[in-house]
């Protein structure tokens, strides 16, 4: 038996399941070098591209490992980022934080409606203790997305990372759910 897909709502954007039907939407955004330079990844160079990643989404979903939303605008439900978890530990109580925006709508706080409503989801139905979120020295305005949302740096993880033929530090940041007063 399938579980059916979570929708969150918030005040300017839904957050939903992405389909095959969402690879033209999700290509203009992970065909962007700024948008997915930051994430390790290379940019996407065809819309098959895009649906390898959505099979990546779909398939930490099923193992349990974590879960992707995509970030949709309420007036048009077109697909403008994704935002959810990934290396989810249950055992552990933990999970990683990621989330990308399209270029176009940098800026606008929707990244971080969207955090705010993944991260609480996190807390109340996975019943998460602690959210991490690992970002590259460079990423400011992602470190500052984090922490305007709680999170906390606890350091460098030098040589984390080996993505698009280097190494890569990554800043671990995190956040309790006692920091949120969730409790």
Known sequence: ME????????????????????????????????????????????VKDVWDEIKWYKSIYEEGTGIRWGITLKDSGKVIGSCGFLNMLTKHYRAEVGYELSKDYWGKGLASEALEAVVKYGYHHFQLERIEALIEPANLPSQKLVEKQGFRREGLLRHYEFTCGKFDDLYMYSCLKEDLNLI
């Open 3 to 46: 579980k059916e897909f979570p929708v969150i709502e918030t005040k300017r954007i839904i957050l939903r399941e992405v389909t095959t039907e969402d690879a033209n939407d999700m290509f203009n955004y992970l065909s962007d070098t700024d948008v997915v330079k930051p994430m390790g990844l290379v940019p996407c160079q065809t």
